[in-house]
Every structure is written in structure tokens, then in C-alpha cells.
């Protein structure tokens, strides 16, 4: 089991209010759901970045593609040069 710290944390009263309301109608401990809240907040952060580093490596991908194309079409000019001058 994973160890528990206690957190202090200042929000505005009727935020706080509205959160109890809630807890009341759903039995559950004010801990849990700010617990989850926590939870849920890290998930969608990590899932970000993920997706910004996807986005990234793929146009990285495009990139790096494109400069492949041009090299090969350069060497193929170059070896094309090199056989002509052989030939005479």
C-alpha cells in the first residue's frame, strides 16, 4: 500500500461547499475525490505530453523522410556524373 501524506490546500469557500454538497448525496469521503481529482489531473497531463511527443517524433519522421528523398536524387545525379565521366 502506498504511504499517505497529508496535503493542505486553501480553495474558496463556496467551492468547498459545493464539493460537500456533492459528498453528502454521494457518501464519499472529501479525501477520495480530491484524491481522484489528483489522479485524474496527472493522467490527462501525462496523456498530453505523450501526445505532443508523438506529434513531434512523427514530424520529425516527415522530415527526415524528405531529406532521404533529396539525398538519394543526389546521388543518383552524382553516379550518373561519375559513369558519364568513366565512359569517354
Avoid: F
Amino acid at each position: 500500500m502506498t504511504a499517505l501524506v497529508e496535503l493542505r490546500v486553501a480553495v474558496p469557500e463556496s467551492l468547498l461547499r459545493e464539493l460537500d454538497s456533492l459528498l453528502v448525496a454521494e457518501e464519499r469521503p472529501r479525501a477520495e475525490v480530491i484524491c481522484e481529482a489528483i489522479t485524474s489531473y496527472v493522467w490527462q497531463r501525462k496523456r498530453l505530453v505523450r501526445e505532443q511527443m508523438k506529434s513531434g517524433y512523427e514530424e520529425m519522421a516527415e522530415i527526415n523522410l524528405r531529406v532521404v528523398r533529396e539525398c538519394q536524387s543526389l546521388e543518383h545525379e552524382a553516379l550518373l556524373h561519375c559513369l558519364a565521366v568513366l565512359v569517354e
